[in-house]
């Protein structure tokens, strides 16, 4: 759908150099998602592995995020062998709710509650991001922290509409729950891609 290169604003990675690659096609349906325009499998034209990773490289950093959409719609395997091959580090940020494919340096599952990620997904990930859009997202995360591996880092993230309201039980939350951490949109901050 789109790629660009900024730098990654949320999560574990916040702040790092990397580079965007966005794939169409999501049938999750967030109903807060910011790139609905990704939903349709087929609006947006196929680009061969040499166009993608020549994108990359014309940049001087190596972290690739493959997101979309839900990026694991796609078989990836091709994708990140090529992006290996040209020395770059392969971050993926999915719902889970498809097998995981390809070959990754990060997994980043951002579970939704329309469509439920899948418990091998879950138990791969190296991080856990769960959105704080009302307070019974709290109890849902815990249910989810309770099935990924012992390293998993767990990020409790506000909605970017509702984070006014939510940030306040978040940052209490958070407090009282050592093991998560506070993730921030950051990149909304500071208005970049």
């Known amino acids: 759908m789109e790629q660009f290169y900024t730098i990654q604003g949320e999560g574990f990675n916040t702040g790092r150099a990397a580079y965007f690659i966005r794939l ?12 609905k325009e990704s939903w349709p499998v087929d609006a ?10 020549d994108a990359v490289t014309e ?8 997101t979309g959409g839900e990026p694991l719609m796609h078989d990836l395997a091709p994708l990140t062998a090529a992006l290996h091959h040209a020395g770059c580090q392969t971050w993926i940020e999915t719902s889970g709710a498809y097998p995981l ?28 991001k769960i959105i704080i859009f009302n307070k019974s997202d709290f109890a849902w995360a815990e249910q989810h922290a309770a099935l990924v591996g012992p390293a998993c880092r767990l990020y409790l993230q506000p909605e970017w509409s509702k984070a006014p309201d939510m940030m306040p039980l978040l940052v209490e939350y958070v407090k009282n729950n050592p093991q998560w951490q506070v993730s921030l949109q950051t990149h909304k901050f500071l208005d970049i891609p």
């Not at 947006?44 to 990773?53: A, E, I, M």
């Not at 494919?101 to 997994?107: A, L, M, P, V």
């Open 101 to 128: 494919s390809g070959t990754w340096d990060w997994i980043c599952v951002s579970p939704k509650k329309f469509k439920a990620p899948l418990p091998s997904v879950l138990a791969a990930a190296h991080e856990l």
């Open 24 to 35: 169409g096609g999501c049938d999750v349906g967030c109903v807060w998602c910011d790139v």
């Open 44 to 53: 947006h034209p196929r680009q061969s592995l040499t166009r993608l990773v």
């Open 59 to 66: 940049h001087p950093g190596r972290n690739v995020v493959i």
